[in-house]
């Protein structure tokens, strides 16, 4: 049973243009979480920034991500540091394709 785009939309309050955003695959997993009823995991596959493989250790942070890897040194970062970064980062790099485009 497949779940309408305006129940996903409705159960998160997000905007129809942020949904259409949103990865095919990031919507396929927030459907099927929606499908078992659990709406807390629906908003939290959404409020994640992308399908992160964060690992980490005692001294930092692995981050394996679009096509680099990355280390961030303890202390100074943590796993909310590291996805705020990303968010900035994505959003640079948005920008500069479309510089690029035109």
Known sequence: MALAVGTA???LGIAKEEWD???ASKKARIR???EEKDIGKAK??????CSL???ETKHAIYLKWGKGRF???K?????????????????RE????ERRKR
């Open 9 to 11: 939309i409705t159960a």
């Open 21 to 23: 955003q949103l990865p």
């Open 32 to 34: 099927k979480a929606l």
């Open 44 to 49: 939290r596959i959404y409020a994640n920034p």
């Open 53 to 55: 493989k964060m690992k």
């Open 71 to 73: 280390k961030f040194k």
């Open 75 to 91: 202390p100074k970062w943590t796993r909310e540091k590291v996805k705020n970064w990303i968010k900035k980062r994505s959003l």
């Open 94 to 97: 948005s920008e500069a394709k």
